[in-house]
């Protein structure tokens, strides 16, 4: 679960070139590197999403990307590349504003992925409490088998894992800014619950790993 981030790109779309920058220092530095980018070696991206006849380039952490849409010829990007190099094409200058766009990256996801994920986060800090042999009682094979289901629409989800809105009354009274936090406990003397809680409280979901676990449990807590 990164954090989304922007960088500098370059856009070639049907013969015309956009510059798009995240800030507005970006600007000089991306043009430097544009004029002597290379002409070859780049970092192949795969995008879906991407039009058809059109291609950013952008230059992340020391290297260059490329992502190419349908019908995108390499060829088009190198004759660019030497036309902008030499000066043939002046959309360089600082003062044409109109090319400071800014970019993000999106991510999509299946809603029951989004939720088995999270019921995982808490399997496995269950595991590593109480060992791989008890992970492996029959008591935890409904969460298990659902976590392992390759099923696309599930309406279970909300019978292992659901939202929760409220927990400062189990949460430890000092936690790290934006800190990852989980912990279990038992409830009823049967009811074994995972409380998830990631990114400072953005993200919050209690877990039902087990409603008939007969073995002692003491709470356990895990800060990252």
């Known amino acids: 679960m990164g954090k989304p981030y922007s960088i500098p790109t370059l856009q070639i779309k049907q013969g015309t070139l956009q510059i798009h920058i995240p800030e507005k220092d970006d600007w000089e530095p991306f043009i430097e590197r544009l004029l002597k980018c290379p002409e070859d070696g780049f970092n192949d991206v795969h995008s879906d999403h991407m039009p058809a006849e059109t291609a950013l380039l952008g230059f992340h952490l020391g290297e260059w990307h490329l992502a190419q849409g349908d019908g995108f010829e390499l060829q088009t990007l190198v004759q660019h590349l030497q036309n902008l190099k030499t000066g043939q094409i002046n959309i360089l200058s600082q003062q ?44 935890f094979d409904p969460l298990r088998d659902w976590i392992m289901s390759e099923t696309s629409f599930d309406n279970q989800v909300f019978q292992y894992v659901e939202m929760v809105t409220d927990s400062n009354s189990t949460l430890p009274e000092e936690l790290p800014e934006l800190a990852h936090f989980m912990m279990i406990t038992k409830k009823n003397e049967l009811e074994l619950n995972a409380l998830v809680y990631l990114y400072g409280g953005a993200v919050m979901h209690l877990v039902r790993l087990s409603a008939n676990y007969g073995e002692e449990f003491k709470p356990k807590l895990f800060i990252l």
Do not use: P, W
């Open 96 to 139: 044409e504003s109109v090319y400071r766009m800014r970019s993000h990256q999106h991510l999509t996801y299946k809603e029951v992925d989004y939720y088995k994920v999270i019921a995982k986060y808490a399997f496995n800090f269950l595991a590593h409490c109480i060992g791989q042999d008890a992970i492996l009682e029959s008591t």
